[in-house]
């Protein structure tokens, strides 16, 4: 059974205190300044007054499910940086901030007279991370950043899919994830040094190097021995037997064995102990070298029983074995409910939602990474667009006519809702 988790406002944070200004759109950026409002950051997304932030476009069946999760925890500020006065105002912001987070096309801000030295001007201490698809520098500095470009030029799709088949882009947004995980830590790193230094710094984060990061050692591989990764479906090029097998009930089931116990282990457990000694079999490179042969006595034996026995067996010879779940099977895992991993949290129908659309709660993950003596929280719902500008703006003297004006030109937004 999912937990109801209620949002709470009061609840103290160990990033209290600090205070980030959101420029990005759609997804690294916005799952950078997660981790950090999940923790207690005061997270301020700067949006444009007529569109908001893109992602809040991204509609399941009319519901913007991905805004209300990537959001949450978040504040809201429709300013129009592309005025004068918008700029001016979120200059004064910047005097008070401690990060400043954008994923504009590199030379944006500069274009925009808002370079990083002129913020630095305004903040010495302002840490600013600028995420982009291929940095700063270079000669596809310019380029459109989307992940999928970099997911495909990294190496990731070439080594990822079945041999017979095309390059295989993954089905999310790894690129973005992976970045505003790099992001949130490099900004956590920033400002250790700003404390002791009293600088801030400019972090240069590129999705293409993010993604990179994550294919081990493929480059060094090439270099020493000019091998090339394969794609290797649900196998891995390193270790034997691993793979998913089909069940005599329909379901998968996910085998590594990685280390040389784990592989007798589990050729005892399917009636095979003589592979332990067969010289196919007896290392982890034999089995690597004759893979079908390895794998099909484990494919029959699973295949001659439903899941639930599989595991029984497998679970009584401490091998390593799991169903593969979709989304519904996860959800209903006991294990899943019993650590909490996905909470329900009161939901709220949003300016372009019909309130009949939207449940009493919503799905979510919840804060990660879990700490024991300072965990972060659900703090509040994702924002309507403006739905803190007059707050904010109030607290740098913007109030009163200044601000009426800027609110009937447009420059600013109030929340509809």
């Not at 592309?82 to 801000?109: H, Y």
Request: aromatic share 6%; glycine share 8%; net charge neutral.
């Amino acid at each position: 059974m999912i937990t109801e988790k209620p949002f709470s406002p009061a609840l103290p944070a160990p990033l209290d205190g600090m205070r980030v200004l959101d420029l990005s759109r759609l997804v690294a950026g916005n799952m950078l300044s997660l981790q950090l409002a999940d923790h207690g950051a005061e997270v301020i997304k700067i949006e444009d007054p007529k569109t908001g932030d893109p992602l809040r476009a991204w509609r399941d069946e009319g519901r913007s499910l991905h805004w209300k999760i990537y959001a949450r925890n978040k504040k809201s500020l429709a300013l129009d940086l592309r005025a004068i006065e918008g700029k001016a105002l979120l200059l004064r912001l910047v005097a008070g901030a401690d990060v400043l987070v954008e994923n504009f096309r590199p030379g944006t801000l500069e274009k925009m007279d808002l370079a990083p030295a002129r913020l630095h001007e305004q903040n010495p201490r302002l840490v600013i991370a600028r995420i982009s698809g291929f940095g700063q520098t270079g000669p596809y500095r310019g380029y459109p950043g989307f992940g999928t470009l970099v997911e495909a030029m990294s190496g990731f799709a070439a080594k990822n899919g079945f041999p017979e088949r095309e390059p295989l882009l993954p089905p999310l947004a790894l690129a973005d994830m992976l970045a505003g995980l790099y992001g949130a830590f490099g900004v956590m790193v920033a400002l250790r040094v700003a404390a002791t230094s009293g600088r801030g710094q400019v972090i240069d984060l590129s999705l293409l190097e993010a993604v990179h990061s994550i294919l081990g050692p493929d480059a060094a591989i090439f270099a020493r021995t000019g091998r090339k990764p394969e794609r290797t479906g649900n196998r891995s090029a390193t270790t034997a037997p691993r793979n998913v097998f089909r069940t005599r009930d329909g379901r998968f089931i996910a085998i590594s064995a990685s280390i040389q116990t784990m592989a007798e282990r589990l050729f005892r457990a399917v009636g095979r102990p003589d592979m332990i000694d067969d010289p196919r079999f007896r290392t982890n490179t034999d089995r690597l070298r004759h893979v079908d042969a390895c794998e099909q006595p484990i494919a029959a034996f699973i295949a001659a029983r439903d899941a639930a026995e599989a595991l029984q067996i497998f679970a009584a010879a401490e091998v390593t074995a799991a169903l593969v779940h979709d989304i519904e099977q996860f959800l209903a895992d006991p294990h899943v409910a019993a650590r909490g991993v996905v909470v329900a949290v009161p939901d709220q129908a949003g300016p372009d939602e019909k309130p009949q659309d939207t449940a009493a709660t919503m799905l979510m993950h919840d804060v990660l990474p879990r700490l024991s003596a300072t965990p972060g929280q659900l703090r509040r719902a994702a924002p309507a667009l403006g739905a803190d500008t007059r707050a904010l703006l109030a607290e740098i003297g913007c109030a009163g006519a200044e601000y009426d004006d800027l609110l009937a030109r447009g420059i600013i937004r109030e929340s509809r809702s």
